[in-house]
T-cell receptor
Framework: DTEVTQTPKHLVMGMTNKKSLKCEQH?????MYWYKQKAKKPPELMFV???????INESVPSRFSPECPNSSLLNLHLHALQPEDSALYLC?????????????????FGQGTRLTVV | AQTVTQSQPEMSVQEAETVTLSCTYD???????LFWYKQPPSRQMILVIR??????QNATENRFSVNFQKAAKSFSLKISDSQLGDAAMYFC????????FGKGTRLHILP
């Protein structure tokens, strides 16, 4: 199984709503990532979890709250978002995180959640 | 901070011809990985090819090959025998503890 599964695939939410994005992998990977991608732009890193601990937060606003309940699951909790937060949210995983550089170290990506904030 | 630069926002190539996409990067690290990812209209990110910085030999995967010049910090992708299915956005990416992407090159395949 080399899949990273993201749910939901599409989400429309109001600015006062609270919603969550979910990402799951069963490859035994120990690092998981959230990226935000606007149309025609590259993915921008938001958060990195390494061994279930938050290792990188790229100065993301607090209305985005990540959570890693276990090594296979990564959530992104959303609250009081703005229309400019509308984007594709991509989850990725790698075999290891941090400064370990080992073979087969590419990131596997989910299909993303297309988020629209109205 | 590490940076990745793709200087070609768009490129076009005739079907069955060869095209080269450019990428340069900046880092002070000696051990790292470089990747080319493809993102078709579905927006699924698909790994095309990887290169370990400590390996001098250029990576190849079927019709895809790279020209890795570590001293020049250059990592270009060559696509041979271009096919219609190769049309996509191509991102060059650098990895140490983060994965950083270039701005991308949109590749059009002309029938």
């Amino acid at each position: 199984d080399t899949e990273v599964t993201q749910t939901p695939k599409h989400l429309v939410m109001g600015m006062t709503n609270k919603k969550s994005l979910k990402c799951e992998q069963h490859m035994g990977h120990r690092a998981m990532y959230w990226y935000k991608q606007k149309a025609k732009k590259p993915p921008e890193l938001m958060f990195v979890y390494s061994y279930e601990k938050l290792s990188i937060n790229e100065s993301v606003p607090s209305r985005f709250s990540p959570e890693c309940p276990n090594s296979s699951l990564l959530n992104l909790h959303l609250h009081a978002l703005q229309p400019e937060d509308s984007a594709l949210y991509l989850c990725a995983s790698t075999k290891t995180g941090g400064s370990e550089v080992v073979m087969n170290t590419e990131a596997f990506f989910g299909q993303g959640t297309r988020l629209t904030v109205v | 901070a590490q940076t990745v630069t793709q200087s070609q926002p768009e490129m076009s190539v005739q079907e069955a011809e060869t095209v080269t996409l450019s990428c340069t990067y900046d880092t002070s690290e000696s051990d790292y990985y470089l990747f080319w990812y493809k993102q078709p209209p579905s927006r699924q990110m698909i790994l095309v090819i990887r290169q370990e910085a400590y390996k001098q030999q250029n990576a190849t995967e079927n019709r895809f090959s790279v020209n890795f010049q570590k001293a020049a910090k250059s990592f270009s992708l060559k696509i041979s025998d271009s096919q219609l299915g190769d049309a996509a956005m191509y991102f060059c990416a650098y990895r140490d503890d983060k994965i950083i992407f270039g701005k991308g090159t949109r590749l059009h395949i002309l029938p």
